[in-house]
Antibody, heavy 119, light 107 residues
Framework: QVQLVQSGAEVKKPGASVKVSCKAS????????IHWVRQAPGQGLEWMGC????????QYRQKFQGRVTMTGDTSDSTAYMELSRLNSDDTAVYFC????????????WGQGTLVTVSS | DVQMTQSPSSLSASVGDRVSITCRAG??????LNWYQQKPGKAPKLLIL???TLHSGVPSRFSGSGSGTDFTLTISSLQPDDFATYYC?????????FGQGTTVEIK
């Protein structure tokens, strides 16, 4: 069955970077975009950007431009999201999701990775 | 960014009730409107895409309607497993944006 399995929780200090992985299985990795969506504690969902494993093109939400990097390894069917210059507002659960389109919907989601930014 | 506004923000209902949640887009998104269900500590699950198409495996008590700027998610007979938070999301404009969520609680 289709699965997206994310890396474990992280605790980072302000100013540091975090890299979250998302390993896909059960489908052809290059057939779907990988999206990254985050959710701050008690808040709603915020799309961060997406990565196209087939073509390698990437689209970032403007607010994250310059701070986020999305990549993928097709040999390993794994996508990565790295966020730099972390601050307390980046404390959130980060989800990966696959979708046929650049604009979602995501039909399968990873379990989420909690990133806590604290001094 | 296109603003998505859901109403109500929360509601209390009983098992067996018919429940409707509304989503309004700041500008027309045609039928590029999706609905998700999220339970505490879990990832969202896709329920409905393209305003009214039930995602694979989703029970038929869920339905979606609307186009343009006004959309509705309806649960025809609320079941215990349906108590959760529901989000709408537009996929016509970049960036894709979500509503603030509607929490369905047990009365």
């Amino acid at each position: 069955q289709v699965q997206l399995v994310q890396s474990g929780a992280e605790v980072k200090k302000p100013g540091a970077s975090v890299k979250v992985s998302c390993k896909a299985s059960g489908y052809t990795f290059t057939d779907y975009y990988i999206h990254w969506v985050r959710q701050a504690p008690g808040q709603g969902l915020e799309w961060m950007g997406c990565f196209n494993p087939k073509k390698g093109d990437i689209q970032y939400r403007q607010k994250f431009q310059g701070r986020v990097t999305m990549t993928g390894d097709t040999s390993d069917s794994t996508a990565y999201m790295e966020l730099s210059r972390l601050n307390s507002d980046d404390t959130a659960v980060y989800f990966c999701s696959r979708g046929r389109s650049q604009l979602l919907p995501g039909d399968q989601w990873g379990q989420g990775t909690l990133v806590t930014v604290s001094s | 960014d296109v603003q998505m506004t859901q109403s109500p923000s929360s509601l209390s209902a009983s098992v067996g009730d018919r429940v409707s949640i509304t989503c309004r887009a700041g500008q027309s998104v045609y039928n590029y409107l999706n609905w998700y269900q999220q339970k505490p500590g879990k990832a969202p699950k896709l329920l409905i895409l393209a305003a009214s198409t039930l995602h694979s495996g989703v029970p038929s008590r869920f339905s979606g309607s609307g186009s343009g700027t006004d959309f509705t998610l309806t649960i025809s007979s609320l079941q215990p497993d349906d108590f959760a938070t529901y989000y709408c999301q537009q996929s016509y404009y970049s960036p894709p944006t979500f509503g603030q969520g509607t929490t369905v609680e047990i009365k």
